[in-house]
């Protein structure tokens, strides 16, 4: 008889939930919706609770090209930027098991959309009116800087569906603080206990 320990029995989908546990091998949650809705400040709040890492493809981008997303736009076009940006996601995608916010524009891109297939994917969603609270006034978002309202509705008729076509549940971000949430993120994924 050997001295070794029995190996553990394999864990039920039911014991990795309430372990705060998912099977390995993908994030734990994805962030996606519109440049403002705060999937930055939602990501960290939810990594802090979860006892995981946070990653932001953005960040991971100007990482590895050593230069700003706005120099990227500017100097190689967006459809180069989006083809960097499905490069980043397939990386995180397969690297992190914590929480994942990806850019605003990613679910423009088939491919990427095609990489989070099967993930619990998480749409934070905010109206119009939230949109030009947050970032109307932000020079440093020249997508909404002429006329915000009319931008922001334009885009998001482009956006809307591929949010909603992507992700397991939406959750709205109007009028919540970011613990606020974080919290109902948490209750989409049934995540009661973390
Ligand atoms: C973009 C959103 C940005 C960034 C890039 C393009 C978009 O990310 O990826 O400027 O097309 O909506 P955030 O949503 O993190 O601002």
């Known amino acids: 008889m050997s001295d070794a320990p029995e190996p553990a029995p394999p864990r039920s989908a039911a014991d990795s939930r309430r372990a705060g546990g998912r099977a390995p091998g993908g994030p734990k949650v994805v962030l996606i919706g519109p440049m403002g809705v705060?999937?930055?400040t939602v990501g960290a709040l939810l990594a802090e609770r979860l006892g995981t890492g946070y990653r932001d493809t953005d960040a991971d981008i100007v990482a590895a090209e050593g230069r700003e997303?706005?120099?990227?736009?500017?100097?190689?076009g967006e459809p180069r930027f989006r083809e960097l940006e499905r490069a980043a996601v397939r990386a995180a995608v397969a690297e992190h098991t914590g929480v994942l916010a990806l850019g605003g524009g990613a679910i423009l891109d088939p491919g990427t959309r095609g990489l989070l297939s099967g993930l619990p994917v998480v749409y934070l969603s905010m109206d119009v009116e939230e949109a030009v609270r947050r970032v109307g006034l932000n020079t440093a978002r020249p997508l909404l800087a002429v006329n915000p309202r009319r931008q922001w509705r334009e885009l998001m008729e482009a956006r809307r569906h591929l949010y909603t076509e992507a992700a397991r549940v939406v959750v709205a971000t109007d009028g919540r603080t970011p613990e606020e949430v974080a919290q109902a993120v948490l209750d989409a994924l049934e995540w009661k206990d973390a």
């Open 69 to 76: 997303i706005s120099d990227i736009f500017i100097e190689d």
């Open 38 to 40: 705060g999937k930055s």
